[in-house]
């Protein structure tokens, strides 16, 4: 007789029940599912890991998540723009380092200013000689000509968590206004895989008020969006944020990390050959959870490369992980600790993600 867990991960598609089922594993079944994922992942992406340096551009938004720590309403955070010089610099450093991508993020801006600034930035990276990196933005919800302009540019994925596929719990977790609507949100993403974007979303694991029910669904999300790219993470509580007060509703962070795993691991079975990053806020809750991410089924870093002066200010979530590393620190860091996770950097390669290369 086989077990309910055998059935289940022979399968190709998973009903939700049996994503809830999997995310409540536990002992021997847990260490099944994961090594069901790494064996999907080692024949589908191999043991290479892509890094996207990530560049922390400006922590001005103009929302008011209920999450986020750089939410505009808090007042206790000093607001910064990088100037064009810092930008251009840290590009230089990802590509001599071989970090064949970087990512800029920044807060929610749509001022024309804010725009036009990230042409710029984007063609000048682009024009740098030699070994021009891949470009990913994560820049927040923007107009469909926006999206055009600057894919128009050069930058070719785009990050935009849903934050939660579920409209209602969206709703609790963002202030209840035009600015932050979970139909622009999907619109969004909609517009940017019509433009042509390797197009990446994910959401936060373990908020308040969130249920096994609802990151069954995230993951069906993704399927059904047909996603390139996934970036997950961990809900970390911020205390100047308003949601902080509902902490008591939370999982500890320990079982918010292994939900996160374990979403991971389900995501990789389910979509076989796009890229998931192993993100920064897994390693505030363990020391070595993005490696552990790495062993179920993630194949994506994303070292932070902002200069020093800026990293703390662009306090999403808090325990940071390297905010006193300085960029070259953290090089020889990550690449002993990715060995050490059996898996190898992949310097010098853009790493761009084999789905979409199939549509
Ligand atoms: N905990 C975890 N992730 C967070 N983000 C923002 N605030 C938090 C938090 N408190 C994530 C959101 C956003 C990304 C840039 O950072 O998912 O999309
Ligand atoms: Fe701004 Fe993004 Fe934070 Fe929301 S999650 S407040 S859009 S930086
Ligand atoms: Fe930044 Fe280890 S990766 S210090």
Same mark, same amino acid.
């Given at each position: 007789m086989k077990s309910t867990l055998d059935k289940i991960l022979q399968k190709d598609v998973f009903e939700k029940d049996e994503i809830i089922y999997l995310l409540k594993t536990e002992g021997e079944e847990r260490k099944l599912l994961f090594h069901k994922s790494l064996e999907i992942k080692q024949e589908f992406i191999g043991n290479k890991v892509h890094l996207r340096g990530l560049i922390e551009y400006s922590n001005i938004c103009s929302k008011n998540c209920l999450y986020c720590g750089i939410r505009k309403e808090n007042s206790r955070v000093g607001r910064y723009t990088m100037n064009n010089k810092e930008v251009l610099d840290a590009a230089k450093f990802a590509i001599e380092n071989g970090y064949g991508s970087i990512v800029i993020q920044s807060g929610e801006n749509s001022s024309p200013s804010f725009v036009q600034n990230i042409s710029g930035l984007i063609k000048e990276i682009k024009a740098i %000689?030699?070994?021009k990196p891949g470009i990913t933005l994560s820049l927040g919800e923007q107009s469909e000509e926006t999206y055009r302009e600057w894919f128009n540019c050069g930058a070719h994925r785009y990050l935009l968590r849903i934050?939660?596929?579920n409209p209602e719990l969206y709703s609790r977790i963002h202030p209840n206004d035009a600015n932050h609507d979970f139909g622009k949100r999907l619109a969004a993403l909609e517009n940017l895989k019509k433009i042509g974007y390797q197009a990446g979303t994910g959401v936060m694991i373990g908020l308040p008020f969130q249920t096994f029910e609802d990151l069954a669904d995230d993951i069906l999300f993704m399927r059904n969006m047909d996603i390139d790219m996934c970036g997950m993470g961990p809900y970390l509580e911020h205390?100047?944020? %308003?949601?902080?007060?509902?902490?008591?509703l939370l999982f500890s962070r320990k079982e918010r990390f292994d939900l996160t795993l374990k979403m991971i691991a389900i995501l990789r079975i389910l979509m076989k050959d796009i890229n998931i990053a192993s993100t920064n806020a897994l390693q505030s809750i363990d020391k070595i959870g993005r490696e552990k991410a790495l062993k179920v089924g993630a194949n994506i870093i994303m070292p932070n490369i902002t200069p020093l002066c800026y990293r703390k200010q662009y306090f999403l979530y808090q325990d940071k992980p390297c905010v006193d590393e300085e960029v070259e620190e953290c090089k020889a860091c990550l690449d002993a600790r990715i060995r050490f996770s059996g898996n190898e950097i992949a310097y010098g390669e853009w790493g761009d993600s084999k789905h979409f290369a199939k549509h």
């Open positions: %000689p030699d070994n934050e939660t596929s205390s100047e944020t %308003p949601l902080f007060r509902f902490s008591h």
